[in-house]
C-alpha cells in the first residue's frame, strides 16, 4: 500500500526527479497561500514518467513565459516531458496541422467558433460527465462555463469538449479614485445610479464619459462590448445567446433597445468628451487619457481589463486609476450580476494518459494559482486562492469573477467574421454617426442573412 507523503518527502522527490524544485516560481510548501496538498495529492496520482505531451496554445512572448512556469508544476508532479508551441497564425496553424493528421495531445483556444468546428468534425474528445459535474460544482456560474464548453460532435450530439482557463473581464468602468473624491462623487452599484451620477457630472459642469471606436481597420469594435454588456444586463443569457448565433435577429426589439442605450451614453454631446461627432473618430487607445488631465476631461470609461496598456507611464491602478463592475439594472433583480468577458478552453486532441492527466491538473487550485500570483490571469474556480493574486486589482477582477451569476463570451466573438468582426462594426459607426438604431439593425442582419 503507498504511503502518504508528507510535503518535505513530496518536495525532495521532485528535486531527485528531474529538475530541481528551485527550478520552480514558487517553492512547494513555501507560501501558505498556495495549495500546496493539490499539488501533492496530484503529484501521488499521477506517475506518468517516461510519456510525452504535446500542447499547442495561443500564448507567445511573455504569456508563454508565463505558461510555461505553470507546466513546470505539471513536469515535475508526473514527469511528463511537456512540449508546448504556438504559432504567430495559431488559429490556421491548428486546423493545418490537424488536417494533416498531426494534431497535439492539447489545444488550448480562445475561440469558441473555431472550437464548434473542430468538435464537429470529429478532431476532439469529450470530457464526460465528471467534467460537467466538476464545473457545475467548481466554477462560480458554473452553468455558464458548462454551456460554454458544449459543442455538437459529427454526429451532431452536443457534449462537453473543453475546460476554461485563463479568464479576461470586460464588465469594468474606469475611473480616477482622486476625481471622484474631489467631485464628491461615489461608485455606483446600479446601472440606475450610473445614469444619475452622468447627469449628475453634467450638472456640474463636467464632462462623463470618455469613448472611442477608433482602431484602424476594426473600428467600432469597442462599441459592441457596450452593447453585449446592456443586452446581458436587459434581458435573460438565454435570450443572449440566442442573438450571437441569430436564432433571433439584430431587428429583435431587445437587441434594438441595447443599442438605443448604448447611444444614452455615446450619443449625447453633454456626455462625451469631444462630443458624440467624436466617438468614432476617437482611437481605442488614446479615448482613457482624459481621465487623467487636470482638470479631467471625462471621469468615466468603459473598456476591458487590458486598457491600463494604454494609460500614461507610471500609472498606477489601484491608486492613481481604479475600476468598479458595469452595475446591473435594479430594476431586473432576476438577471442577477452578469459579466462579459473572454478567455482560453482547453480541450483534448490526442486521447492519451498525459492528455487525460493535463485536464486534471488544470482541476486543480494549484494549477490556477501560480499563474495568478504573477499576471494577466484570472480564473472563477472556487478552490483556488484569492490571496495568491499578485496585486489588488487582480484580486478585485478575479471577485467579479466569483460573484457572477452569469459568465458570457463576447459575442462579437461567436458570430460569424463577416458580422462579428465586420458588419457588427460598422454599424456601430453608422449608428454613433446618427443612423437611426433600427436602421443599423436591419443593415447588420441584411448581411446576416446574405451568408446564410
Not at 125 to 145: C, F, I, K, M, Q
Not at 243 to 265: K, Q, S
Not at 325 to 338: C, F, R
Request: glycine residues 10%; aromatic residues 12%.
Amino acid at each position: 500500500m503507498r504511503k502518504t507523503l508528507t510535503m518535505t518527502a513530496a518536495v525532495a522527490i521532485l528535486m531527485a526527479s528531474g529538475a530541481a524544485a528551485a527550478d520552480l516560481k514558487f517553492q512547494p510548501g513555501e507560501d501558505s497561500k498556495f495549495n500546496w496538498q493539490s499539488f501533492e495529492d496530484f503529484g501521488k496520482a499521477h506517475d506518468l514518467k517516461g510519456q510525452t505531451l504535446t500542447i499547442f496554445g495561443p500564448w507567445r512572448g511573455e504569456d508563454q513565459t508565463l505558461a510555461e512556469s505553470v507546466l513546470d508544476y505539471f513536469r515535475e508532479a508526473t514527469g511528463v516531458d511537456v512540449k508546448y508551441s504556438s504559432s504567430e497564425n495559431y488559429e490556421q496553424q491548428i486546423v493545418i496541422d490537424t488536417q494533416a493528421g498531426s494534431p497535439p495531445d492539447i489545444a488550448i483556444l480562445p475561440q469558441p467558433g473555431l472550437i464548434a468546428d473542430l468538435a464537429s468534425k470529429g478532431y476532439l474528445v469529450p470530457l464526460g460527465e465528471d467534467t460537467r459535474d466538476w464545473l457545475l460544482e467548481n466554477y462560480a456560474a458554473g452553468r455558464s462555463w458548462v454551456d460554454l464548453s458544449t459543442y455538437e460532435d459529427g454526429d451532431g450530439k452536443a457534449q462537453l469538449f473543453a475546460l476554461p482557463y485563463k479568464i479576461d473581464v470586460k464588465s469594468l468602468v474606469w475611473y480616477v479614485p482622486e476625481n471622484f473624491e474631489d467631485a464628491g462623487y461615489d461608485v455606483p452599484k446600479t446601472m440606475e445610479d450610473l445614469k444619475v451620477l452622468t447627469g449628475r457630472i453634467v450638472a456640474d459642469g463636467g464632462i462623463p464619459w470618455c469613448i472611442g471606436l477608433g482602431s484602424g481597420g476594426a473600428t467600432g469594435w469597442p462599441a459592441t462590448d457596450w452593447v453585449e454588456d446592456l443586452m446581458l444586463r436587459s434581458a435573460p443569457p438565454e435570450t443572449y445567446d440566442k442573438w450571437v448565433t441569430n436564432e433571433i435577429p439584430f431587428t429583435d426589439p431587445v437587441v434594438v433597445g441595447a443599442l438605443d442605450e448604448f447611444g444614452w451614453f455615446a450619443r449625447n454631446d453633454s456626455f462625451v468628451d469631444g462630443g458624440a461627432a467624436a466617438v468614432a473618430s476617437t482611437d481605442f487607445r488614446d479615448s482613457p487619457k482624459g481621465l487623467f488631465t487636470s482638470p479631467p476631461k471625462c471621469y468615466l470609461h468603459h473598456q476591458a481589463s487590458f486598457i491600463p496598456s494604454f494609460f500614461p507611464e507610471g500609472t498606477v491602478v489601484g491608486q492613481d486609476a481604479d475600476f468598479f463592475y458595469m452595475p446591473p439594472y435594479a430594476d431586473k433583480p432576476e438577471l442577477g450580476n452578469p459579466v462579459l468577458g473572454a478567455g482560453t478552453l482547453a480541450m483534448i486532441m490526442r486521447d492519451t494518459p498525459a492528455a487525460r492527466a493535463f485536464i486534471a491538473f488544470l482541476k486543480t487550485p494549484i494549477a490556477h494559482e501560480v499563474w495568478m500570483a504573477q499576471s494577466g490571469f484570472l480564473t472563477p474556480f472556487k478552490s483556488a486562492s484569492k490571496e495568491t493574486y499578485a496585486n489588488a486589482p487582480l484580486k478585485k477582477q478575479g471577485e467579479i469573477l466569483l460573484s457572477s451569476t452569469t459568465f458570457r463570451f463576447d459575442g462579437s466573438d461567436l458570430m460569424p467574421g463577416k458580422i462579428g468582426a465586420g458588419a457588427f462594426w460598422t454599424g456601430m459607426v453608422d449608428f454613433v454617426g446618427g443612423k437611426p438604431a433600427a436602421d443599423v439593425a436591419a443593415d447588420i442582419q441584411k448581411a446576416w442573412d446574405a451568408i446564410r
